[in-house]
C-alpha cells in the first residue's frame, strides 16, 4: 500500500538524518522521531484518501438509492483507484459493486466483486456463500461463512442464513450446530431459538421475522416476496387509515 510505504520511508529518512547528525549513540532519539513521523504521515495521508473517496462514495450511494444504478456503479469503479493507497479500500468497494449487482439479481456480474470483496461486510459474505451453494461449491460455501461469522460473530441473519444454506444442501445436523452457536452468542435471539427448534423438528425454517434482510439474498421465490411485500404495503395502509 502507498501509505505505508511512503509513511515508512520518510520515517527511515528522519530516522537516518538524526542519527547521522546526532551521532548513533542517540539511536532511541532517531527512532522515536522516526515513530513520530511515520505516524504522523500515515494519519494525513489516511484523511487525504478519505476524504476522496467520501467525495465519491457519497453521491454514488445516493445515485444507487435513486434507482440511477449505472451512475451510481460507474462511480464506485472509478474509487477503485485508491485501492492501491489504502489497506482494505479496494475490497470495501468491490463488496459495495457486487452488491448492488446481487440485489439486481445480476448474479454473474456480482461473482467477482463479491470474491474480492471485504470479509468483514457479513451482507456481502453471505450474498458470496449463496452464489457458491447455487453453483454446487458447498466446500466453499461453508468456507466463506465460517470467515464471515469470524468477523461479524453477532449477527443473528449470518448464523440464520448460514442454518438455512446447510439444510438447503442436506446437512441439516450441522445447520443445527451452526444455530446452536448463534444462540449461545445472541441467547436473547427469539428468531434464532425458534429457527433452532423447526430444524430438530424436520421442518422448514421460518425466516421472514428478519424482513427485507432477508430478501435480498434472493433465496425465496418472487411469488414469496412479492406476497410478503403486499402484505407490509396493506399493514401500512391500514395504520395510515387509522
Known sequence: ???????????????????????????????????????????????????????????????????????????????????????????????????????????????????????????????????YMKRNKHDKMKETFDKALMGSPKESLLYALYAYCLNEIGETVKGCEVLAKGVSKLPGDENLKQNLELLREGKKMKMKGYGEMWLQFHLESLGTIQKQQMAAMGGRRRIIRK
Open 1 to 131: 500500500m502507498y501509505n505505508l510505504l511512503i509513511s515508512a520511508g520518510a520515517a527511515v529518512a528522519v530516522f537516518l538524518i538524526v542519527s547521522l547528525s546526532a551521532g548513533f549513540q542517540y539511536w532511541w532519539a532517531a527512532g522515536l522521531a522516526a515513530l513520530l513521523v511515520f505516524l504522523g504521515s500515515f494519519l494525513v495521508i489516511s484523511r487525504i484518501v478519505t476524504k476522496k473517496l467520501e467525495a465519491i462514495m457519497e453521491p454514488a450511494m445516493k445515485d444507487i438509492q435513486a434507482q440511477r444504478f449505472e451512475k451510481g456503479i460507474r462511480d464506485l469503479k472509478s474509487a477503485l483507484r485508491f485501492g492501491k493507497w489504502q489497506i482494505y479500500v479496494e475490497s470495501q468497494i468491490n463488496s459495495a459493486i457486487g452488491m448492488v449487482y446481487f440485489v439486481r439479481r445480476d448474479f454473474s456480474t456480482a461473482f467477482p466483486y463479491l470474491e474480492k470483496g471485504f470479509f468483514k461486510n457479513w451482507v456481502t459474505m453471505g450474498m458470496l456463500a449463496v452464489t
